[in-house]
């Protein structure tokens, strides 16, 4: 698997362990600023963390340690281990680059019209013979293009 998947793959159980737990980006990113840090931190540094964490959950160039680290902080949390076994470790299906993601990605959809974007890019993928590698952004409707 190359290097920009597994990045993919590890934002995206990041983010569904998050889901499980009921945890916010920002308040995963407060605990863990809070817990990895010896000092009193300041409000505006908790802010400045939380929208790096983010940015790093959706950066394809973001560091794989540092998402491993993201990871084992969650996995290893307190409410993460009161889950029980029916939730612990579990994982996510790995995107592979093939066309055969759409189901996974489909499975994660939030909402119905993300559901009918994603079909309409996978025929679109099938028809012309294109990678499965595209985002879904949402339209500015004040935009004029």
Do not use: C
Request: hydrophobic content about 35%; aromatic content about 12%.
């Amino acid at each position: 698997m190359n290097r920009k998947l597994e990045i993919l793959n590890l934002q995206r159980q990041i983010k569904a362990d998050l889901k499980i737990l009921n945890w916010s980006i920002a308040s995963f990113s407060s605990k863990y600023l809070i817990d990895n840090n010896e000092y009193d931190v300041e409000e505006y540094d908790v802010k400045t963390f939380q929208e790096r964490v983010k940015k790093q959950l959706v950066r394809a160039t973001t560091n794989q340690e540092l998402l491993l680290k993201y990871n084992n902080f969650i996995r290893n949390s307190d409410e993460y281990k009161k889950l029980g076994d029916e939730y612990a470790q579990r994982d996510i299906q790995p995107l592979t680059g093939f066309i055969s993601d759409y189901v996974a990605l489909l499975n994660e959809a939030q909402d119905e019209t993300e559901r009918k974007v994603l079909a309409v890019a996978a025929a679109h993928a099938l028809s012309v013979g294109t990678a499965w590698d595209f985002h879904v952004t949402p339209i500015n409707h004040d935009d004029y293009y």
